[in-house]
């Protein structure tokens, strides 16, 4: 289950290219009109590079990437001094409000007296006359010189390139140059259309995250997570499998029919993601949103993925041991265990992301459905060896399964308490994984286990009574006619 945050699209360094921030004068200087009043100790805010992990935890909670609460101390910062603190931010819900507020504490700056001066700076330039290029007292600038040598370039550059797509589209048939036409035609209002369908789907109604209780924001999704629970027990104790007859692909075995379906479904709902008329819903129903949670989000997020990759990783480990855990136990309780775990590990993601106070957070996958059914798998078979495919059964089979589940449990808990990431290369908001759904859904799987073991036990013993019955009626098929 992967975890998301709000990308913002402004860099830092553009907020020093469009204004102008005030300088810091020493304290024994008496402050001219443009100078701002910034106290001791704040001019060493603007040459750090980075804030350390603690001081970002102090001001927006352990949950913050480092990277993103640097970028947005020092824009809020930038501008405090520029004097233009009211405008709008690039940051989540009541970040802002955050940064200002631990600013305002550790780095006071005199924020009315920086407004007074930016207004005095805008009214001076809206009455003075536009500067053009070279027109200095102390001659033609340099800087301006390159400047025209390289407009100038460019200018040519792309006359030029007018130049070659007028000819080619002039070489081209009548019927031809019309269809080229009507392709960029086509493709500027499919960009404009999938802009409309984005700009609808962020659009949420809401200016700050909604004030409510804690029973009233988590009150309906624990109902939900419930009556799951409660319908999957009932769905693994009364399930009967149907006859081969019966069935729509009777050659093909029901743990492969059960998995594929299960894949089948998350791939729909992955290309539900690329068609932008769904995002509004997608947005709305298939992504956990702590800030403002539906109840359905619960069961539908188990299916959603964004990413193709976090798909792909998914379905691979849902495919290899999905499936073993099915023949163990069969198609009711893999199912029941499937949906029940992972609703509960959303819920427990949910009730942690509330009592944080995160709201920046979102998440989506069935990492957590996968975490039940991979450590329920690992305790049913703790009493014997594993094989790992594609690995060789010498090299798997003496390695302990609750070995490797203590593994992942220590991973899981190592990622939540330091962040841990995939790879340095993957964007910053891609690669944090969701590790409070994975701990919950190993810790429903090792109790399902503990139900589900006998049940596995005796399809594993029926199993190995039929196949030990086909191998004698092999031998006897083999030895008889040698008798005779």
Known sequence: MGLGYSKPSTAFSAVHSRREVGHTSPPNKARGRDEVAILPGVESLLKRKTFSKDEIASAFGKQMIPTEGNRLLHLVQAQRLAGTIDEETPAPPGQKQRALAWLRKHYPVDEERAIINRLEREEQTALRPPRKLGDSVYGDPVI???????????????????????????????????????REERLSLNKAWVERYKKKAEETGLNSVPQMSFIRRVGPATLMTIAVVSLCIMFAQNYLPPPRAARILPNISMAAATVGALIGINATVWLAWRYPPFWGLMNRFFMLVPAYPYSSSMVANLFSHQMLYHLASNMAVLWFIGTKLHEDIGRGPFLALYLACGVTASHVLLLYTVLRKNWSLTSLGCSGALSAVLATWLCINSERGIRIWPLPPAATEAVQPLFLLALFIAVDIMGLRRGLRLSKYMPANDNRIDHVSHLAGYGCGIVAAQFLKPEARNRQQKESGKRASELEKGNNKVVGPSQE
């Open 144 to 182: 301006d010189q390159i400047k025209r040598r390289n407009l100038a370039r460019q200018a040519q550059k792309d006359a030029e390139r007018a130049k070659a797509e007028a000819e080619a589209k002039s070489d081209l048939p009548v019927s031809t140059s019309k269809a080229v036409a009507e």
